[in-house]
């Protein structure tokens, strides 16, 4: 990494989706991805595909924290979502579950680009908590479990909260209570990029 943004706002959007764990964040994208055509990065995604390549010198480092429900050294997840964003064709990313923690957030604008747009998902963890256990019932994710959920919510709170709270000054982030049905939530979602981007 360098110390000047490697990628200019001007060419590229970048939205951050942000929320807690199980807020809902992977489905709001996946449906972004077909009405407006960005490219659907989730941080925890490439960290899980990071953590199962063989050779991988990070793997145990990614799977420990997983498990724990802590952050993975930026230094790691900044290289993926870089590598992704260069070797990717478009210039629309939403980047979900990223950043994590406010050193993260400075970082990431500072050294690679700029975001346009924050997505806050809104929810409790009541409700989190139940969509979590009943995702862990079939996703096989080591994090999927009562324990561990407690924990990511902690996470959430202490660290990745406040990189919301920071965002909120410079007025790009738009907060969606995400209680409701997929497609409730989804009617609140849409506009916000409707009126920002150009459907497909
Ligand atoms: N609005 C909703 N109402 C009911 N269930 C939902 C809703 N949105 C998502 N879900 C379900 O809740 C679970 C978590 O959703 P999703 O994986 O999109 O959340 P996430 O924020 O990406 O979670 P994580 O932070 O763990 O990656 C999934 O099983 C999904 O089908
Ligand atoms: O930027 C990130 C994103 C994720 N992690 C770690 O991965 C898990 C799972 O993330 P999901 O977004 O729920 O898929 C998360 O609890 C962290 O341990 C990370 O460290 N940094
Ligand atoms: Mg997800």
């Not at 010198?57 to 979502?81: D, R, S």
């Not at 080591?142 to 919301?164: G, Q």
């Amino acid at each position: 990494m360098t110390s000047e943004a490697k990628l200019s706002k001007d060419d590229m959007t970048v939205c951050f989706i942000l929320g807690g764990p199980g807020s809902g964040k992977g489905t709001q994208c996946a449906k972004l991805v077909q009405d407006f055509g960005f490219v659907h990065m989730s941080a925890g995604d490439l960290l899980r595909e990071e953590q199962q390549r063989p050779g991988s010198e990070y793997g145990e480092l990614i799977q420990n924290c997983i498990k724990e429900g802590k952050i993975v050294p930026m230094e790691v997840t900044i290289t993926l979502l870089e590598k992704k964003i260069i070797e990717s064709d478009s210039n629309r990313f939403l980047i979900d579950g990223f950043p994590r923690q406010l050193d993260q957030a400075l970082a990431f604008e500072k050294e690679v680009v700029e975001s346009t747009l924050i997505i806050y998902l809104e929810c409790s963890e009541e409700v989190m908590l139940k969509r979590l256990l009943k995702r862990g019932e079939t996703s096989g994710r080591i994090d999927d479990n009562k324990e561990t959920i407690l924990k990511r919510f902690k996470t959430f709170l202490e660290l990745s909260y406040p990189v919301v709270e920071h965002f909120r000054k410079s007025g790009k982030v738009h907060t969606v209570p995400c209680e409701d049905s997929v497609e409730e939530v989804y009617a609140r979602v849409k506009p916000i990029f409707a009126e920002l981007f150009k459907q497909k």
